[in-house]
């Protein structure tokens, strides 16, 4: 169980155009995702919170008019890369709890398998 | 602020050969201590959830362990298939259930 599903697992796009990558969650419903982008050999860079029927959280740093966020169900949610450039090339990882509420915080997150993305 | 550090960055083992994984953690307030393992273009795997100093959990040849400032994950008689990064990531009472991540151990076991 707590199966969540990415795609596509990789893409290449020219600069300035928009990408957009889908993740979700297939026997469970997520109130709240997670976005993350990971450097090489680095760990995971939280870049978003997602949260269903409502805006997007972004962390510190983060443009949000660079990196859409919609979570229009409790099993989708999207991140729309606009006007790419080669900086922002990487690999971008969803997230979701398969428990809601109070019960979420102590949840384990299950991941998708990921996006690469590169610009050139 | 909540704070992992993950040690060693890299390890190399034979197979069969045991050893542990440190992670060392600040946090206010524990709600939770994960353990993934993330193989290469893999998004991460859970492997444990550990709540409380004292606790311990065991999967095949993993073993979890915490106190109240580490965890360790001890691999035992590792075979080349444990091969893999492996994070540790914790999530406090005042972060608006976000988790924080270490940058990993990539282990890496020979036969």
């Known amino acids: 169980g707590a199966v969540v599903s990415q795609h596509p697992s990789r893409v290449i796009c020219k600069s300035g155009t928009s990408v957009k990558i889908e993740c979700r969650s297939l026997?469970?419903?997520?109130?709240?995702m997670f976005w993350y982008r990971q450097f090489p050999k680095k760990s995971l860079m939280l870049m978003a919170t997602?949260?269903?029927?409502?805006?997007?959280?972004?962390e510190q740093g983060v443009e949000k008019d660079k990196f859409l966020i919609n979570h229009a169900s409790l099993t989708l949610s999207t991140l729309t890369v606009t006007s790419a450039h080669p900086e922002d090339s990487s690999f971008y990882i969803c997230?979701?709890?398969?428990?809601?509420?109070?019960?979420?915080?102590?949840?384990?997150?299950?991941f998708g398998n990921g996006t690469r993305l590169t610009v050139t | 602020e909540d704070q992992v550090t993950q040690s060693p960055e890299a390890l190399r083992l034979q197979e069969g050969e045991s050893s542990s994984l440190n992670c060392s953690y600040t946090?206010?307030?524990?709600?939770?201590l994960f353990w993934y393992r993330q193989d290469p273009g893999k998004g991460p795997e859970f492997l444990f959830t550990?709540?409380?100093a004292g606790e311990e959990k065991e999967k095949e040849r993993l073993k979890a362990t915490l106190t109240k400032k580490e965890s360790f994950l001890h691999i035992t008689a590792p075979k080349p298939e444990d091969s893999a990064t492996y994070l540790c990531a914790v999530r406090g009472v005042t972060n608006a259930g976000k988790s924080t991540f270490g940058d990993g151990t990539t282990l890496t076991v020979k036969p």
């Open positions: 997602s949260n269903e029927g409502s805006k997007a959280t972004y």
């Open positions: 946090v206010s307030g524990l709600r939770g």
């Open positions: 997230s979701a709890r398969a428990s809601t509420g109070l019960l979420s915080y102590n949840s384990p997150l299950h």
């Open positions: 550990l709540y409380s």
């Open positions: 026997d469970f419903q997520a109130t709240t």
